[in-house]
């Protein structure tokens, strides 16, 4: 069975300052999808970025990149400059074989004026 | 290109009460999934279907949640009776299973609230 570890239930960053988001998975099976979701007050779950099992290197989306440590099973999310309408709800999230997602318990990111 | 359409987006009822959810997922999207969210959780898979067949309902509440696909695109989740542990935001989401790395895309959700 595969899992998500998100440790950090809320985090504060001054604006304009890069933020880390943690995420450990635990699976099994070597061909693997990891995501990352951006939930606002709002309740919509906006894609951020996705990062394969097999790729090579670290998936960058923008101001987003993904801190991928195959070994050491982690996937951290790296915010640069953030910016206020970065707070939100962040989930990490894992897929097997393109099923279904399991979602970690997400980190609540506020960031500070 | 229209996102995942939802309805109603929110939702109350007294206990016992029957209750439905309709989604309307991404066009030309085969897959479509219904999430169950706790306040302070992550999403967690309720039913999976593959065009007009489940393929995954093993997480579903089969003596209270029922669901369908027809025609392979809308989609209607039903709990009948509800219960006041039901309180939660039903997410549906849809993915093309041709993508490359399959994509979920999420509609705005119903949030249920059963007194």
């Known amino acids: 069975a595969q899992k998500i570890t998100q440790t950090q239930p809320g985090m504060f960053v001054q604006e304009k300052e890069a933020v880390t988001l943690d995420c450990t998975y635990d699976t099994s099976d070597p061909s693997y999808g990891l995501f990352w979701y951006k939930q606002p007050s709002s309740g919509e779950m906006i894609f951020l970025i996705y990062?394969?099992?097999?790729?090579?290197q670290n998936a960058t989306e923008g101001r987003y990149s993904l801190n991928f440590q195959k070994a050491r099973k982690s996937a951290n999310l790296v915010i640069s400059a953030s910016q206020l309408g970065d707070s939100a709800m962040y989930f990490c999230?894992?897929?097997?074989?393109?099923?279904?997602?399991?979602f970690g318990t997400g980190t609540r990111l506020t960031i500070i004026p | 290109e229209a996102g995942v359409v939802q309805s109603p987006r929110y939702k109350i009822i007294e206990k016992k009460q029957p209750v439905a959810f309709w989604c309307n997922p991404i066009?030309?999207?085969?897959?479509l999934y219904w999430y169950l969210q706790n306040l302070g959780q992550g999403p967690e898979l309720l039913i999976r279907?593959?065009?007009?067949?489940?393929?995954?309902d093993s997480q579903l509440p089969k003596d209270r949640f029922s669901a369908e696909r027809l025609k392979g695109v809308d989609s209607t989740l039903k709990i009948q009776p509800a219960e006041l542990g039901d309180s939660a935001v039903y997410l549906c989401?849809?993915?093309?299973?041709?993508?490359?790395?399959?994509?979920?895309?999420f509609g705005p959700g119903t949030r249920l609230t059963v007194l």
């Open positions: 066009s030309g999207h085969n897959t």
């Open positions: 989401a849809s993915s093309f299973s041709g993508a490359h790395y399959n994509e979920q895309f």
């Open positions: 990062q394969g099992s097999y790729d090579q």
């Open positions: 999230a894992m897929s097997l074989r393109g099923e279904k997602l399991t």
């Open positions: 279907y593959e065009n007009e067949e489940a393929v995954d």
